[in-house]
């Protein structure tokens, strides 16, 4: 055989082993790209916009809002500070200092609030 030849089978034969090696990369991480994709869309996402409401619903918070905390304490809204809310609870007026993080929602429905229509 003649060198020029030799070296020409040997070089299609490393290009169709290079190409049969990118094509098992490809197949390898497809799943993976994919599977990263559904976490985004079924996890990531969906928890993004459930923090950015919840800081909304916080940042909002307004005095003689009536509001429950995560502990199941209902109380009306007396002073917001930056990291602390006054409530008031009770017909005895017992006041409770909280943090504003432990806040779960707030009952108040304000007037610059869109509200959404069910159609039945």
Not at 42 to 54: D, F, G, N, T, V
Not at 66 to 88: A, F, M, P, S, Y
């Amino acid at each position: 055989m003649d060198l020029i030849t030799l070296l020409a089978a040997t070089a299609d034969d490393a290009s169709v082993a290079q190409a049969g090696t990118w094509q098992q990369m490809l197949v390898t991480f497809i799943p993976l790209v994919l599977m990263l994709v559904v976490f985004y869309f079924l996890l990531i996402r969906p928890e993004k916009k459930r923090a950015a409401k919840m800081k909304e619903m916080l940042d909002n918070l307004q005095v003689a809002d009536e509001v429950i905390t995560t502990g199941g304490i209902i109380g009306r809204v007396l002073k917001v500070t930056e990291d602390t809310v006054l409530l008031e609870t009770g017909s005895d007026r017992t006041r409770i200092r909280i943090l504003r993080s432990s806040i779960a929602e707030n009952r108040t429905v304000h007037e610059n609030v869109e509200t959404v229509t069910i159609k039945k």
